[in-house]
């Protein structure tokens, strides 16, 4: 999950656990919650120690652990300095334990997305990968910035009952969130095995996982996909694209095989999100050249996916590609 999330979510459970008369505790746990991404500082040394690279052993519980330790001792004069001296009071085991639950929050939330990391490092490389969630999700990140916004906006402004409440009702929606994306994942996992498809992945929809089968053999590519609902099941708009990965010479291009065999080359390079994600492709033809839209099937929302567009000359084969937010459907149907 990105930061900003990660910090306010550690924040609130350490709001349900300490209550409003503990902040020092809650505040130490909401630096915790975002102490682990600190690793990016260490991409120098990455190379040579490879658990230093970004979620390596500070998104672990040894690595969570020493931060949470060093931090008790040294948390509660950096909050005193900069925001009160009554944040200096308390116990140390409480803010260890504080920053140590709000370190693991991060590590669970990490492993709940598409992300893997590795919590018994170094002595395990064992990963906790669980695809629950999209690790940038538009919908989250954008409720993380609102809740920012009105917890700023109620400080000295509404009877602090009332700002208490605000904390509680924030704690509630993400965990129901989270506990959507639980539930979620494991129906669609016990469908996908019951329809051979062989990974699921999440979408930016909450209530909604792809289910996918890809196989690469002698040069093909079989892709086969369908989008499972929480409340309603397989949705029935799935579909099967094959086609061949190969450098073809240069020449005229004369089917929308052709044309998606010739432009797929140069889509990955133009789209990092299409080489990141599971994505599927539609062909249509114009009276200039064929246009084939590459689309994330992971990364959309609204309709619209992360996408390159690819304008195949039928003549030469020449392809131009340009990176586009667009609606398959409405591609299909001759919009842009």
């Known amino acids: 999950m990105d930061l900003f999330t990660h910090v306010l979510v550690a924040y609130l459970i350490a709001f349900g656990i300490f209550g409003p008369n503990n902040l020092q505790y809650v505040a130490a746990a909401a630096l915790a919650g975002g102490l682990p991404d600190a690793d990016a500082l260490l991409f120098p040394l990455a190379r040579r120690f490879p658990l230093l690279r970004h979620h390596g052993i500070t998104h672990s519980l040894f690595g969570v652990t020493v931060i949470a330790g060093v931090g008790a001792l040294l948390v509660p004069f950096l909050l005193a300095a900069v925001v009160s001296p009554a944040f200096a009071v308390g116990s140390p085991l409480l803010y260890f334990l504080a920053m140590e639950g709000g370190g693991l929050s991060h590590v669970f939330l990490d492993g709940f997305t598409h992300f893997a990391v590795p919590p018994l490092a170094p002595f395990s490389k064992w990963e906790l990968h669980m695809d629950a969630d999209r690790a940038i999700n538009l919908g989250t990140f954008a409720f993380t910035g609102f809740s920012y916004w009105l917890m700023l906006y109620e400080r000295g402004r509404v009877p602090i009952p009332v700002w208490e409440l605000t904390a509680w009702l924030l704690l509630a929606g993400y965990l129901a969130y989270l506990a959507v994306r639980g539930v979620g994942r494991w129906k669609a996992g016990r469908v996908a095995h019951r329809e051979g498809f ?139």
């Not at 196989?215 to 086609?243: A, I, Q, W, Y």
């Not at 004369?254 to 299409?274: F, K, Q, V, W």
């Open 198 to 336: 062989t990974a699921v992945a999440p979408t930016g929809n909450p209530f909604v996982f792809l289910l996918v089968e890809e196989r690469k053999d002698s040069g093909m590519v079989r892709l086969r996909h369908e989008e499972f609902h929480l409340l309603s099941g397989l949705r029935g708009t799935g579909r099967t694209l094959e086609f061949p990965v190969r450098d073809l010479p240069p020449g005229p291009v004369t089917s929308a095989d052709e044309a998606l065999e010739r432009s797929y080359a140069p889509a990955l390079h133009r789209g990092r999100m299409l080489e990141l994600t599971y994505h599927s492709a539609e062909v249509r033809s114009t009276s200039t050249a064929w246009q084939v839209l590459w689309y994330s099937l992971e990364f959309s929302m609204l309709g619209r996916a992360a996408a390159v567009l690819a304008s195949v000359d039928p003549a030469s084969g020449r392809v131009e590609t340009h990176n586009a937010w667009m609606s398959p459907r409405k591609f299909l149907a001759g919009g842009g």
